[in-house]
């Protein structure tokens, strides 16, 4: 299991171990309330839908379901990608911007990147190219980050119905008063599991899933700028020791790249000028 999961799954435990010692004190059965539940979750569910578009709602269940799978790390790819940049820049300055079309023809999955790299080869300067990229980036993660509107709007809107449910709750009680007793358990159920059930769904499920995705976009929006700053000093056709220190100011100073370490680029070199 991978390790980012492993610990997601033992944060979500230990924030539920508290709430299972009163379970296993108490009757199994008194913390199940099905009304309960499905006025939190039914009335969450339905604002979601009046509030905002079925596309995004959608997305917002999706991060739900992905909660406990591991993130990719954008950061991670930081290295990589910078690598990549300054390979680039020895093909342009051996076999300008036709071998950078012909290096990348093909090869390029990220649609980012693949933007960029025709924007370069089409001869826009580096400030039209930083301008757009810019824009890409920012509507990008505007886009992206449309499901954590949705739930954290759901995070706001499941303890008010489980307000709902405990008033629904109160107000059974009240009609039974001095009447059919009986039926006051399943009214006070109803009113006291229901603020339980709001609580934590929006605290263990729509907040989490909710700052988790807004960490992932906030990472590949970062990659991007990195990205767009790189593309642009191809279009100026920097040097690839001016481009591995200008990308570095991305990283933190104990990672940042150097060419000396990279024995690939040295026979990338020797590859591009060679051609």
């Given at each position: 299991?991978?390790?980012?999961?492993?610990?997601?799954?033992?944060?979500?435990?230990?924030?539920?171990?508290?709430?299972?010692?009163?379970?296993?004190?108490?009757?199994?059965?008194?913390?199940?309330?099905l009304?309960?539940?499905?006025?939190?979750?039914?009335?969450?569910?339905?604002?979601?839908?009046?509030?905002?578009?079925?596309?995004?709602?959608?997305?917002?269940?999706?991060?739900?379901?992905?909660?406990?799978?591991?993130?990719?790390?954008?950061?991670?790819?930081?290295?990589?990608?910078?690598?990549?940049?300054?390979?680039?820049?020895?093909?342009?300055?051996?076999?300008?911007?036709?071998?950078?079309?012909?290096?990348?023809n093909?090869?390029?999955?990220?649609?980012?990147?693949?933007?960029?790299?025709?924007?370069?080869?089409?001869?826009?300067?580096?400030?039209?190219?930083?301008?757009?990229?810019?824009?890409?980036?920012?509507?990008?993660?505007?886009?992206?980050?449309a499901?954590?509107?949705?739930?954290?709007?759901?995070?706001?809107?499941?303890?008010?119905?489980?307000?709902?449910?405990?008033?629904?709750?109160?107000?059974?009680?009240m009609?039974?008063?001095?009447?059919?007793?009986?039926?006051?358990?399943?009214?006070?159920?109803?009113?006291?599991?229901?603020?339980?059930?709001?609580?934590?769904?929006?605290?263990?499920?729509?907040?989490?899933?909710?700052?988790?995705?807004?960490?992932?976009?906030?990472?590949?929006?970062?990659?991007?700028?990195?990205?767009?700053?790189g593309?642009?000093?191809?279009?100026?056709?920097?040097?690839?020791?001016?481009?591995?220190?200008?990308?570095?100011?991305?990283?933190?100073?104990?990672?940042?790249?150097?060419?000396?370490?990279?024995?690939?680029?040295?026979?990338?070199?020797?590859?591009?000028?060679?051609?």
């Open positions: 299991m991978p390790k980012s999961r492993l610990l997601a799954l033992i944060a979500l435990s230990f924030a539920l171990f508290m709430i299972a010692i009163a379970v296993v004190f108490g009757a199994s059965n008194s913390f199940l309330s009304e309960g539940l499905v006025i939190v979750v039914g009335g969450s569910i339905a604002n979601a839908y009046l509030s905002y578009q079925r596309e995004d709602v959608l997305k917002a269940f999706d991060t739900i379901k992905d909660l406990l799978n591991k993130t990719p790390s954008t950061r991670e790819r930081l290295h990589k990608d910078i690598m990549q940049m300054i390979m680039w820049a020895y093909v342009v300055h051996a076999r300008d911007f036709l071998g950078l079309e012909k290096e990348t093909d090869k390029l999955h990220d649609a980012f990147t693949r933007y960029g790299v025709d924007l370069v080869i089409t001869g826009y300067d580096s400030d039209k190219i930083r301008d757009m990229l810019h824009t890409v980036a920012d509507a990008e993660f505007e886009r992206c980050c499901p954590v509107t949705v739930l954290r709007n759901m995070a706001a809107t499941a303890p008010a119905f489980g307000m709902v449910g405990t008033l629904i709750g109160m107000v059974l009680i009609k039974n008063i001095g009447m059919d007793m009986s039926s006051i358990g399943g009214g006070l159920a109803i009113a006291m599991l229901s603020t339980l059930y709001g609580i934590l769904m929006a605290r263990l499920v729509c907040l989490p899933a909710a700052d988790k995705l807004l960490q992932k976009e906030e990472g590949e929006r970062f990659r991007n700028y990195m990205l767009t700053e593309l642009a000093m191809l279009a100026e056709k920097q040097s690839p020791f001016y481009m591995q220190d200008k990308l570095n100011s991305f990283l933190e100073p104990a990672k940042h790249f150097s060419l000396n370490d990279y024995e690939q680029m040295a026979l990338h070199r020797r590859f591009a000028l060679a051609a």
